[in-house]
């Protein structure tokens, strides 16, 4: 088991996502960073759907009672192994007794701890992606216990992964969106041309931008929405939709973001800049 | 031959959206449907998944992306071909509601608006049956189809920031239940104590796009009996399976 001693802001269990219900409204969930979840669950040679930590702003602190090993990544947030720093994309060893907290932090907005073999917490529908009211809870709180299965044998074949990551990426790939022939040149002018600034509603579920650009008044018919789709509001502002966002909605979808784009977008917290680049 | 001019366009790299006329009609509904049933028997469904909703299927594929090109041609192609898929059997689902004032907590107010009494209007909302034209926005949610013009009402000015689970409400042409505690702007007019959408349950949603659903009103003792047979898991649901006429 994983203990959890302090859980953070928002610790969750997360996988590649809960595939073939979206048709009675569940959402994909899986983790919002995949692009970094794909590259940890490689160094560990972990199967593409194994499950991992998802923190969110603060970490957590953690009792690891099993020996395995773990790789973090995503967001920097200070962490540290019993005091010691640790790097990210870094494969280190835990054994019984070992605690992982997090500090101060210090870039991007998700940090990933991945561990050898995936966390073994309890499928439903397919997935151990926490979403609510699918799974009983959506986050761990103090005192919750994650299992996994101990690994003493593992010797990676990559130690250290040296690539840089996507913590800087302000640029985001996006594809023209069903609706996006509805856009007039001022409304494309700004959408292209604008930093747009994260607002407060950011979550999960959405990202809501600052900076509105001209509405609509469009009228259309409930239709469905991906993960990575941007809504365009009648009053102009600009919603993503996130990997627990809602399966359809009645708001134009003016672009789509790329797969790349979305984990750029999950690093971004409240006042960060994006803008968008057509692919 | 009941074919419609298809636009299919592509959503994202991963996503095809097919669209039908837009209008809000059984007849599309029921293409869309038996299009869907054809391209289940002709794709691979561990790594496809299609959303129907009024005028409109979306095809998402999970991994690699789509080449848009060679995939809207193969699905002109299906399209063409989908009238000899036999359609799937649908289902008139008859909801249990408690239109009590506890519950109901809109119903006074929605009564003075429309100029009906709380009978008359208890009676047009049980008196249609209602066709599920999409479920999406929360797990179970029904966009339903139906609702008579003498029960439409405005959302409400200010919406609630907490409505609880199995609300029934009215708002504009819609008429539904809330899957689960959630903000929401809908009149809200009784509850409905049995679960839509069940994590637990195999399939967890029981309702699908294309059937139908009727209200029909109960007590407070037998909303209770409900509500304690829905948390455990155990309750049947009036279920008739729909007649469909063939080609």
New interface residues.
């Given amino acids: 088991m994983l203990k959890v001693l302090k859980s953070g802001f928002f610790t969750s269990i997360q996988d590649a996502g809960r595939f073939g219900y979206r048709d009675i409204g569940v959402p994909i969930s899986g983790a919002m960073d995949m692009w970094t979840v794909g590259k940890l669950n490689m160094i560990l040679e972990n199967a593409e759907d194994a499950a991992v930590l998802e923190i969110t702003m603060t970490g957590p602190t953690l009792v690891f009672e099993l020996e395995s090993s773990i790789v973090l990544g995503g967001a920097e947030m200070s962490a540290t192994l019993n005091n010691k720093p640790l790097r990210n994309h870094k494969v280190y060893q835990v054994v019984e007794g070992d605690i992982v907290s997090y500090g101060r932090l210090e870039k991007g907005f998700r940090a990933y701890l991945a561990i050898k073999g995936g966390f073994k917490s309890q499928k439903v529908m397919g997935s151990r992606s926490m979403y609510f009211p699918v799974t009983p809870i959506n986050h761990l709180s103090d005192r919750d216990e994650v299992p996994y299965d101990t690994d003493k044998s593992f010797e990676p074949k990559i130690t250290e992964y040296k690539v840089p990551n996507l913590l800087e990426d302000t640029l985001l790939q996006v594809h023209k969106g069903p609706e996006y022939q509805i856009l007039g040149d001022r409304q494309l002018e700004k959408l292209f041309a604008t930093d747009f600034t994260i607002a407060k509603e950011n979550n999960r579920m959405a990202y809501q931008l600052q900076e509105p650009i001209q509405g609509h008044q469009l009228s259309m018919l409930t239709s469905a929405t991906l993960s990575g789709t941007v809504q365009l509001t009648p009053a102009g502002k600009l919603i993503i939709l996130m990997k627990d966002g809602q399966t359809t909605g009645g708001y134009p979808r003016i672009l789509q973001l790329d797969d790349k784009a979305i984990s750029t977008l999950a690093q971004k917290k409240y006042g960060d800049q994006v803008s968008f680049k057509l692919a | 031959m009941n074919t419609y001019s298809l636009s299919i366009?592509?959503?994202?790299?991963?996503?095809i959206?097919v669209?039908w006329p837009?209008k809000?009609q059984e007849a599309i509904l029921e293409d869309i449907l038996q299009f869907m049933e054809c391209l289940k028997s002709n794709l691979d469904?561990h790594l496809w998944?299609?959303?129907?909703?009024?005028?409109?299927l979306?095809l998402?594929r999970?991994g690699d992306p789509i080449d848009f090109e060679k995939f809207s041609g193969q699905l002109r192609e299906w399209y063409d071909e989908k009238g000899t898929t036999s359609p799937k059997d649908k289902f008139l689902w008859r909801l249990p509601v408690c239109y009590d004032i506890d519950f109901g907590i809109d119903l006074e107010d929605v009564s003075q608006r429309l100029g009906m009494s709380i009978p008359e209007l208890i009676d047009l909302h049980t008196k249609n049956t209602y066709t599920v034209f999409?479920?999406?926005?929360?797990?179970?949610?029904m966009?339903l189809g139906g609702l008579t013009s003498a029960l439409e009402i405005p959302r409400k000015a200010t919406p609630r920031l907490k409505v609880v689970k199995g609300a029934v409400g009215l708002a504009g042409r819609q008429t539904g239940i809330y899957?689960?505690e959630s903000p929401g702007g809908w009149n809200i007019i009784g509850n409905c104590a049995i679960p839509i959408?069940d994590?637990k349950k195999n399939?967890?949603?029981l309702v699908?796009?294309g059937d139908k659903i009727q209200f029909y009103g109960i007590s407070r003792a037998e909303h209770e009996l409900h509500k304690i047979e829905g948390e455990v898991g155990i309750y049947q649901i009036e279920k008739i399976k729909i007649d469909v006429k063939g080609p």
């Fill in positions: 366009r592509p959503f994202g790299v991963h996503a959206l669209e837009n809000v469904m998944e299609l959303v129907p909703a009024y005028n409109s979306t998402i999970r999409g479920i999406g926005f929360l797990p179970g949610f966009y899957p689960q959408f994590a399939p967890p949603c699908k796009v």
